[in-house]
């Protein structure tokens, strides 16, 4: 039996997911944190059942992640669990802070509690750069959320920082920037968009309703990225990363590259509504992820184009035809 063991919190999602994989490729015993629903939430890590373990835990109660730790006795912990979503920080800003922010504090705790050799991951976000005052970010751009979410991450990452220098844990936060896949959920853009691209094609709708077109961002694809993780991890010192492809793209180019990958032009179906419309917006993230390459040697091996025209790919085999597209 491997004695690397990893914790993973938020292995439901899309990260915790391809993480996941990964770690068990790697010979790790895998565990899951998972918190309780009334109906299962483990779609993305349906084919992994029997081989890693789920335990049921909440980033919101402090015994339950003590519990976890105990249980699971891991040498790594991935923090990949959060509200997510964006907008919904809006609508929730007191539980986004809950999870987001305050619940990494609640994590690290519980290992200097439990076990203070763990080497600790934190899920740190691009949209902690908001407004930013250069282009592109590194480690030492200053943070300006535009996001009760991008506030919220600030907090989880400065605390991993703090505990790493208050009590010596090898706690590192990777800084990743916008990352898709298939398992993206439908109401991030690039998945909405290319949901929506599929379901016109297959005649299942006409039109698609969309905020910002404007805004950049610096698109990679979900696998590279839990790659960099667990290389942040093996490295020999503990240190924050960014985590980029380097190149920026609008919303506007994705539209254009999933509908074109489809034979459709999107001036007959998408529609600016204000409905998606932020209050605040994070008008360029795109990232320098110099120090990653050179440290840990890590590349993105996917590009824009392939993600996107991967992820038109599974939508319309998933919405029931597969389309040999030519255009
Ligand atoms: P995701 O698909 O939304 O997954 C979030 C996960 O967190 C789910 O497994 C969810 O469980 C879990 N969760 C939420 N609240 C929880 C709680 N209170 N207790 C336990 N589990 C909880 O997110 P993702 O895209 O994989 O992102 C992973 C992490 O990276 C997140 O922290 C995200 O903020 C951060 N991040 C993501 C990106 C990106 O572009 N994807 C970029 C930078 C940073 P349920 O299944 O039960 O809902
Ligand atoms: O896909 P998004 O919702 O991702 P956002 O807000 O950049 O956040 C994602 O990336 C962060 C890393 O920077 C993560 F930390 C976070 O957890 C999440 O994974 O929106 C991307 C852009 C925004 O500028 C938004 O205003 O797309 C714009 N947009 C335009 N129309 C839309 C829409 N976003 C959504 N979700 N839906 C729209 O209809």
Redesign the pocket.
Known sequence: MSDRRALI?????????YLAELLLDEGYQVFG???R?STE??ERIAHLAGRVTLLQ????DQFSLVGALEEARPTEVY???????VPTSWRQPVLTA???GV?VTRMLEAIRMVDPSVRFYQ?????MFGKVPEAPQNELTPFYPRSP?GVA?AYGHFITVNYRESYDLFAVSG??????SP???LE?VTRKITDGAARIKLGLADELRLGNLDAKRDWGF?GD?VRAMLMMLRHHEPTDYVVASGEEHSVRDLVELAFEHVGLDPERHVRVDPAFVRPTESDRLVGDASKARRELGWEPRVSFREMVEMMVDADLARLGERHDVTV
């Not at 919190?9 to 997911?17: A, E, V």
């Not at 899920?123 to 949209?127: D, M, R």
């Not at 800084?175 to 898709?180: A, D, G, K, T, V």
Request: proline letters at 0%; zero cysteines; a negative charge.
């Open positions: 919190t938020g292995i439901t999602g899309q990260d915790g997911s944190m998972v918190r629903a939430s483990s835990a909440d980033l919101l923090n990949l669990a959060a509200q997510s979503f809950e999870f987001s619940g899920a740190s976000s691009s949209e979410y991450k800084i990743l920037f916008n990352h898709e398992r993206r959920g991030f979900a990225y």
